[in-house]
């Protein structure tokens, strides 16, 4: 009798399980004036998921040879992107052939990469692995050496309560972490809030990145604010701004097969543009003064599926700043720059 009940409650208990512990609520910093962020309601941010999410997105170990992170290609010192790269290069060698795309205030957008072709950042943390020109490994692998390490099976069991790590709860992990880079504590947001004043000559390009470029229009402007308005400095759409008379690279288009979006590529947010040299999805610019000159007089007018916004500027025959505008605006977009995700220690290597 006494092994039949010391059975029973052994087999009660494997049926129970042991209990997941208790996560800790993340307190995510959220600039003032930015609207509260959309975290899914499916991966609430916690301090376990959080930091668990920081240290995969800086372990080679999701890469073949062990020698390339998520970090590898967005760096802090440079806004997130790839050190100044034009493109990044795999562990093979292999040279990629899109810009590497700053990480910040991702809480806010519904499509990544350049054409837009994962819907949530749980996707997003999961293709490089497997992406022959960066990482060139397996998840299935990624997820043997993720199991066989206890330090690993301890921070997943505590983040989400499993015990054995599924490529799922390395996408949640990772895109918690994402989720936490804000970017709102720029000279201009200082300014905004009444803390810091622009030079005059910051104050000129704020006026021209916020004036029509319409030549009837009352004010002289830019027209940057249609596409890169708003407190994120980005409409959110994909579109065609009339880089290339012909499209080598299809682009939104590749991914839906309409041709109606070949051309059309992710329109970035403009914040620490300072940081992540050089410009546009296939790093053409090497500076803003470029970027700049391409919108005053570079535009290719006959580009297949160019956006209908950029119709003033193309009837015009370009914005037709003089140097001394040009400057301005270049100011202007400069104050957009915020130091705080380089200092920030959580956004930085925990190995270190």
């Known amino acids: 009798m006494r092994i039949l009940i010391v059975l029973a409650f052994a087999a009660v208990a494997v049926g129970c399980g042991e209990d997941a512990p208790p996560t800790t609520p993340f307190a995510l910093a959220v600039p003032q004036g930015f609207p509260p962020p959309p975290i899914p309601e499916d991966n609430p941010l916690t301090v376990e998921g ?46 990629g052939d899109r810009n590497s795309m700053p990480l910040h205030n991702l809480a806010y957008h519904t499509a990544f990469f350049w054409d837009g072709r994962t819907p949530t950042l749980r996707q997003q943390s999961l293709e490089p692995i497997e992406n022959p020109i960066e990482m060139d490994h397996s998840v299935e692998a990624v997820l043997a050496s993720l199991n066989a390490n206890p330090v690993y099976r301890d921070q997943f069991w505590k983040a989400f309560g499993v015990k054995t790590i599924t490529a799922e709860e ?21 300014f905004v809030r009444g803390l810091e004043s622009l030079t005059a000559e910051e104050q000129q390009g704020m006026q021209l990145f916020n004036g029509e470029a319409n030549p009837n229009a009352p004010t002289r402007g830019a027209d940057c604010f249609h596409c890169h308005g708003g407190t994120l400095f980005t409409n959110h759409k994909f579109m065609n701004n009339g880089l290339d008379q012909e499209h080598d690279d299809p682009g939104l288009g590749g991914v839906t097969g309409n041709a109606n979006d070949v051309g059309k590529f992710k329109v970035p947010s403009l914040r620490n543009l300072a940081y992540t040299a050089p410009y546009m999805h296939d790093g053409r610019f090497q500076t803003l003064m470029q970027v700049v000159e391409f919108y005053n007089s570079g535009t290719h007018a006959n580009s297949p599926n160019i956006d209908p916004s950029m119709g003033d500027i193309i009837r ?12 301005a605006l270049v100011a202007f977009l400069n104050t957009l720059t915020d130091t705080s995700i380089e200092s920030d220690t959580l956004f930085q290597n925990p190995f270190n």
Request: hydrophobic residues 40%; contains cysteine.
């Open 316 to 327: 015009a025959g370009g914005l037709g700043l003089n140097l001394q505008e040009r400057m």
């Open 50 to 95: 959080v930091l668990l999410g920081r240290r995969l997105f800086y372990d080679p170990v999701l890469s073949r040879d062990s020698t390339q992170s998520c970090a590898s290609c967005h760096n802090t010192g440079f806004g997130m992107t790839d050190h100044g790269l034009k493109y990044s290069v795999g562990i093979t060698g292999a040279v």
């Open 170 to 190: 390395v996408g949640l992990a990772v895109e918690q972490f994402m989720l936490t880079i804000m970017s709102g504590s720029s000279k201009f947001d200082r």
